[in-house]
């Protein structure tokens, strides 16, 4: 079975500075896709950015950005410029490629930014 | 911009009541899926739906949960006989069908927060 790990239950950056929050997976597949959504109190589940596991070039959606490194099965967001509106919490979360596959979600990493 | 929806956002009900919660998922989206998420926890996969059919399913979704999609627009979550642990928020997602640009995409609905009392 797949699973996502996110190891940094809380963060904090200052605002206008940059943060890496950190994913690990585990899977025997070759073809998936990652995602990071972002749950801000409201509790609304909103995609930042997601990435091919075929592709080699890393993601990248304005200010947010990912580090993916698929042999280490590694899958960081950085998110560069933060602002207050970026507070949340950010949940890592993996897909098998075939269609109509469940996604399976980290623990989340609470982000807090200080303005 | 099409998005998902979910009634009621918030549902108060008693210990053994049955509850149905009630999404609409994008029109032209042919998955759909419900998740839950207990406070401070997880967001877990209950169900994905299509073709009229469960395609998948975990260890959470025993027998007192069902899903429907009763006409061509919702898509609904039925608990039977509610238990104090499905207190929790309820998420609805779609996504379109495989060979679109974003078919890898799940859209999310805003969720419905049951709370069981």
């Known amino acids: 079975a797949q699973t996502v790990t996110q190891s940094q239950p809380e963060m904090s950056v200052q605002e206008a500075e940059t943060v890496t929050l950190s994913c690990t997976y585990d899977t025997s597949e070759s073809d998936y896709y990652l995602f990071w959504y972002k749950q801000p109190p409201s509790r609304q589940m909103i995609l930042v950015i997601r990435q091919e596991a075929y592709k080699q070039q890393n993601a990248t959606e304005n200010r947010f950005s990912v580090n993916f490194q698929k042999a280490a099965k590694s899958f960081s967001l950085k998110i560069s410029d933060s602002q207050l509106g970026d507070a949340a919490m950010y949940f890592c979360a993996y897909r098998r490629g075939n269609a109509g596959n469940m996604l399976t979600f980290g623990g989340g990493t609470r982000l807090m930014v200080k303005p | 911009e099409p998005e998902v929806t979910q009634t009621p956002s918030h549902q108060v009900t008693q210990m053994g009541q049955e509850v149905i919660l009630r999404c609409v998922p994008i029109?032209?989206?042919?998955?759909f899926y419900w998740y839950r998420q207990i406070l401070g926890q997880k967001v877990e996969f209950l169900v994905s739906f299509y073709n009229n059919e469960i395609s998948e399913k975990s260890e959470i979704f025993d027998d007192q949960f069902s899903v429907e999609r009763p006409d061509g627009s919702n898509f609904t979550l039925k608990i039977r006989s509610t238990k104090l642990e499905d207190s929790a928020m309820y998420f609805c997602?779609?996504?379109?069908?495989?060979?679109?640009?974003?078919?890898?995409?799940?859209?999310f609905g805003p969720g419905t927060r049951l709370t069981v009392l």
């Open positions: 997602a779609s996504r379109e069908p495989a060979g679109f640009a974003t078919e890898a995409e799940q859209f």
């Open positions: 029109s032209n989206h042919l998955y």
